[in-house]
Each structure stands twice: as C-alpha cells, then as structure tokens.
C-alpha cells in the first residue's frame, strides 16, 4: 500500500502562485500524479512524474504554467503553480498507479491522497 497525503492548497488571486506538496509512505511507485477535480466535473489529469528518471507529461492546460518536480530522499512530490487562472480552481489530488505505466488516465491511478482545494479569485 502508499499513503499520500497533500498539503499547501488555499485561496490566490488570479496570476498568483501555490505550491502543492505530497508526502509519499508505504511501498516504493514507478510514477506519482496530480489529478484535480472540481465538484460536478470529471477527474482531469494534470501533471504526472516518474520517479526514479524525473520524465514528466502535463495537460495541455497547465503547461509553461504548472512544474511538477519530486525529492527522493524525503519521498516528496511538488506542483509549482504559476499565473493560476480562475478555471484552475479544483481540489487536487495526489495519486499513483500500482504499476509501472506512465499512464495519465486517472482511472488507472490505485493510490490517492485525500485532497487539498485551490481558490483561484479576485
């Protein structure tokens, strides 16, 4: 099993930056994931890490914008969030598939966190 747990969400005005952090626990994975979903919507992929080489993949609606990096010695997953829309309001979730797959499906991810909500608003 993987526990994931997120932290750093809040509230920022349009253009604004956040960082959302994953602390990662259990069993190692080959890949980690965010994942955002606003309330009524389908789950959207975001930004996926592997995480021994560090090769990301992004949705077409974060990158140049979005920076998903990892830290092995501490097992923890970062997204730098920059000049954040208000479309970019969700909760965002950390996940990880249970095999080796760079997959950027979120219905193939086993393992998520509980969630943490972004505010983008003026």
């Known amino acids: 099993q993987v526990q994931l747990v997120e932290s750093g969400g809040g509230q920022v005005q349009p253009g604004g930056s956040l960082t959302l952090s994953c602390s990662a626990s259990?069993?190692?994975?080959?890949?980690m994931a965010w994942v955002r979903q606003d309330p009524g919507k389908e789950r959207e992929f975001v930004a996926l890490i592997t995480w021994n080489r560090g090769t990301t993949y992004y949705a077409d609606s974060v990158k140049g914008r979005f920076t998903i990096s990892r830290d092995k010695p501490s097992n923890t997953m970062y997204l730098q969030m920059n000049n954040l829309r208000p479309e970019d309001t969700a909760f965002y979730y950390c996940a990880a598939p249970a095999v080796t797959t760079e997959t950027q499906d979120p219905r193939n991810y086993d393992f998520w966190g509980q969630g943490v909500q972004v505010i983008v608003s003026s």
């Open positions: 259990g069993r190692s994975v080959y890949a």
